[in-house]
């Protein structure tokens, strides 16, 4: 079984930055890809970054892309979420996830593992 545990996250300002984390245990990551996702209140969970573990190939949400820089640590068994010019609409809990799916998937119901989740709030 594979674990997931985020952290990094808090209260920023409008234009600040944060850096998410996701530390994965029990599995070795090779064969999977990792995702960051997040979700506010009422709203379905929304994808926002993709990294192909072994080939480090990433994908991003158009509304992140620029800002956002998602990136692993093979040493440390991490994904980073690096989130620069944040904004309002960036408030959300943040997700890690995990899937087998070789295809460049977007939705959350095709991610297999998830972690507890991160809250980030940027205040205008």
């Known amino acids: 079984q594979l674990q997931l545990v985020e952290s990094g996250g808090g209260l920023v300002q409008a234009g600040g930055s944060l850096r998410l984390s996701c530390a994965a245990s029990?599995?070795?990551?090779?064969?999977?890809?990792m995702g960051w996702f997040r979700q506010t209140p009422g709203k379905e969970r929304e994808f926002v970054a993709r990294?192909?573990?072994?080939?480090?190939?990433?994908y991003y949400r158009d509304s992140v892309k620029g800002r956002f820089t998602i990136s692993r640590d093979n040493a440390k068994n991490t994904v980073d979420l690096q989130m620069n010019s944040l904004n309002p609409e960036d408030t959300a809990v943040y997700y890690c996830?995990?899937?087998?799916?070789?295809?460049?998937?977007?939705?959350?119901?095709?991610?297999?593992?998830w972690g507890q989740g991160t809250q980030v709030t940027v205040s205008s």
């Open positions: 996830a995990a899937t087998a799916r070789v295809a460049i998937t977007t939705a959350a119901s095709e991610y297999d593992y």
């Open positions: 029990g599995r070795a990551l090779g064969p999977y890809a």
């Open positions: 990294i192909r573990w072994n080939s480090g190939s990433t």
